[in-house]
């Protein structure tokens, strides 16, 4: 499928919303990369219908008065925010202890580029999309890759003492760790692009 552009006729079209036709090629072009997008970050087939839905409310809410204007910003990036902030709501229960919004927060901010400004928190928008992250990278890697990273950066056991837990050198704990980390790097940066 190709979203590269966005079609201003669909738009116009879908401002009648009587227009049976408009909103199922709307539904045609948008369903699928959403629930892809779901699915890629490790929601249930369910939970990903359950979004989509609540999109096309949404969408069908705001479209008839929709105005176009490239100069304003993209109308693939609006979709995509929409469909994000609807994912993260099924994550918002994730982060419950403090040390793992510390190490979330970090993570955040290294991702960003904000490595050195430990002020201004993560908003919870985005402790969710690392959530969506942690869950679409913990998927990609092997189990034992997965825990050794998260003993290291998420619960902060020493190298030493993640070495001990799972037999191996603590070198070894620092090159999982940093290749992981790069995976969810990509994962995080994959997510805020979004489905279009």
Same mark, same amino acid.
């Given at each position: 499928?190709? $979203? ?7 738009? &116009? @079209? ?11 090629? !709307? ?14 970050? *490790? ?11 609540? $999109? !096309? ?9 929709? +105005?176009? @204007?490239?100069? /304003?910003?993209?109308?693939? +990036?609006?979709?995509?925010?929409? /469909? ?6 099924? =994550?918002?229960?994730?982060?419950? @202890? ?14 960003? *580029?904000?490595? *050195? ?7 919870? !928008? +985005? ?6 992250? !942690? ?8 189990? &034992? @890759?997965?825990?050794? =990273? ?5 619960? *902060?056991?020493?190298?030493? +003492? ?5 037999? /191996? ?10 290749? /992981? ?16």
């Amino acid at each position: 499928m190709n $979203c590269e552009t966005t079609d201003l006729n669909l738009l &116009k @079209s879908l401002k009648d919303i009587e227009n049976t036709d408009a909103w199922s090629r !709307f539904d045609q072009l948008y369903r699928l990369p959403i629930v892809t997008q779901c699915r890629s970050v *490790g929601l249930t087939l369910d939970q990903a219908e359950e979004v989509v839905q609540e $999109c !096309f409310i949404k969408w069908f809410r705001y479209l008839p008065s929709f +105005e176009y @204007s490239a100069a /304003v910003g993209r109308f693939r +990036e609006w979709l995509n925010l929409t /469909v994000n902030q609807l994912i993260a709501g099924h =994550f918002q229960a994730s982060i419950r @202890s403090d040390q793992l919004k510390t190490a979330y927060a970090a993570l955040v901010r290294n991702f960003s *580029g904000t490595d *050195g400004e430990p002020t201004g928190s993560p908003s919870v !928008f +985005e402790y969710e999309l690392i959530t969506m992250a !942690f869950r679409r990278t913990q998927a990609e890697v092997e189990p &034992k @890759s997965w825990q050794v =990273f998260e003993a290291y950066v998420i619960h *902060g056991l020493k190298s030493n +003492e993640v070495a001990w837990q799972f037999g /191996v050198s603590a070198i070894s704990v620092r090159v999982t760790t940093h290749r /992981v980390r790069k995976i969810l790097q990509r994962n995080w940066r994959l997510i805020q692009e979004g489905p279009f």
